[in-house]
């Protein structure tokens, strides 16, 4: 159950936001019809087929708005560091056609992650392959997460956030989403783009 107060928090002083990261200029506060028109254009990327594709972070969790960013999470048995460079980067561009940030990550396998998610305090070993932009050289990289370093799910400053076991929206080796995840973000307390008409919103990078 969200707990986003929107009379507190009303979707015009957010949506209209965008945050300035080194790679892309302009990555806006998520809304969801953007992000499935987003996910929908990555079904056609050679290769994303053969993954499980999981939403966890933010968007899943009690609290997703406001956010700037969407975490996803691939996994297959067997790692392929060339096709998931190429893939990870596709899938950004993808986002950034629309100022959509997705962070990405692959697992081999997302149970780690579903414990971790369950006991956010505490640190875990979770180990992760992920796109990292190379300043020096303007390109993306690979980085394996080292096994010996472990990670908090939950930041201190976001202790009212409870984040749920990974929302599952697309299966090994498929080329469509799981029409009952997409209804999830559907659902949810994200705001639609229309929102950003409002005249009181409030626009700033």
Not at 8 to 33: A, Q
Not at 70 to 87: G, Q, S, Y
Request: proline letters at 5%; aromatic letters at 10%; a negative charge.
């Amino acid at each position: 159950m969200s707990v986003v107060d929107l009379e507190r928090y009303p979707y015009y002083l957010f949506v209209k936001m965008s945050k300035r990261k080194i790679y892309h200029d302009k990555c806006d506060c998520i809304c969801k019809d953007i992000l499935i028109d987003r996910l929908n254009s990555i079904l056609q990327i050679p290769n994303f087929n053969k993954y499980k594709c999981y939403i966890v972070g933010r968007v899943n969790s009690n609290t997703p708005f406001p956010t700037f960013d969407c975490d996803m999470r691939l996994t297959h048995p067997e790692k392929n560091l060339d096709e998931l460079k190429e893939l990870f980067i596709k899938i950004k561009e993808k986002g950034f056609e629309k100022n959509i940030h997705f962070d990405l990550k692959y697992y081999t396998d997302i149970e780690p992650w579903n414990i971790a998610a369950e006991n956010p305090d505490n640190l875990h070993e979770i180990n992760d392959v992920s796109p990292v932009y190379d300043i020096s050289n303007n390109k993306w990289e690979l980085v394996e997460r080292n096994p010996n370093a472990k990670l908090r799910v939950r930041k201190e400053k976001h202790k009212e956030i409870t984040y749920y076991k990974a929302l599952l929206i697309k299966d090994e080796n498929s080329t469509t989403y799981i029409p009952e995840s997409i209804k999830v973000l559907e659902d949810s307390v994200l705001p639609n783009s229309s929102e950003k008409d409002d005249e009181r919103c409030i626009e700033y990078n």
